[in-house]
């Protein structure tokens, strides 16, 4: 219903006023399309559909699309900067579908989705959101026109190789800590990991961040953190 994003434009435009960036995220149920799509089926169900059912999980999908490309479309004509886009189809060490079922049925309808939204905002970049080892998926990801990936965890992919590879294409916002080392490490290992994480990837195309929930870290280790922030990623 409209109602439900009027006064988005306006909104937008005061964070602007404030010189800050604006990002904004479809509503979504995990993610907007993988996620979505096996919460509604089931997840055991929607990954047979997606070998035995074709035709049901590509219908499944394209509703899905649809409503994606509304929603994003209301973000870009209200000015976000950027468009934020979830989907997890990774677990710590491979993808949870192969890369070839990734192509057939998630590149083409996310590709849909921020060519429209670009056609109404040229400027708009794209985050797109997934934990654990999505390497494989890079490269399609840069073709479709991802600009920022997210959380790059260090303990699940190789941050340096992805910045070797796409640095001038792709930034990196995460890459620093497991959730064992936020949670059980020392103040010490959070600044020799942030200072590493800087040398390594920075400073261009780095968005610097815990690759993990912090929600039961000490709070020693987030000052750290804050701290070596400060001290190292000064150019």
């Known amino acids: 219903k409209p109602a439900r994003h009027a006064g988005l434009t306006k909104q937008v435009k005061r964070w602007h006023d404030r010189g800050l960036a604006v990002a904004g995220s479809p509503p979504h149920l995990g993610g907007e399309l993988f996620e979505a799509a096996w919460r509604l089926r089931g997840f055991e169900n929607f990954m047979i559909d997606l070998v035995q059912r074709p035709h049901l999980a590509?219908?499944?999908?394209?509703?899905?699309?649809?409503?994606?490309?509304?929603?994003?479309?209301?973000?870009?004509?209200a000015g976000v900067d950027i468009l934020l886009l979830d989907d997890d189809v990774a677990?710590?060490?491979?993808?949870?579908?192969?890369?070839?079922?990734?192509?057939?049925?998630?590149?083409?309808r996310l590709s849909k989705v921020i060519n429209l939204a670009r056609e109404e905002s040229k400027e708009l970049l794209v985050f797109y959101h997934c934990d654990g080892n999505f390497t494989q998926l890079i490269p399609d990801l840069v073709d479709i026109g991802v600009n920022?990936?997210?959380?790059?965890?260090?303990?699940?992919?190789n941050?340096?190789?992805?910045?070797r590879e796409f640095g001038d294409k792709l930034a990196m916002w995460g890459t620093v800590g497991s959730s064992r080392q936020w949670d059980w490490g020392t103040p010490d290992q959070i600044r020799a990991e942030v200072q590493r994480?800087?040398?390594?990837?920075g400073p261009e195309g780095l968005l610097l961040a815990p690759a993990y929930d912090i929600d039961y870290a000490p709070f020693d280790n987030i000052v750290a953190f804050v701290e070596a922030v400060e001290e190292f990623g000064r150019i």
């Open 197 to 201: 994480r800087i040398q390594e990837l």
């Open 148 to 157: 920022v990936i997210n959380p790059v965890q260090p303990d699940c992919m």
């Open 91 to 108: 677990m710590p060490n491979r993808l949870m579908i192969g890369p070839k079922t990734w192509c057939e049925y998630f590149k083409p």
């Open 159 to 163: 941050a340096a190789a992805v910045k």
């Open 58 to 77: 590509a219908y499944l999908l394209d509703q899905l699309t649809s409503m994606l490309i509304e929603n994003a479309l209301i973000l870009a004509h």
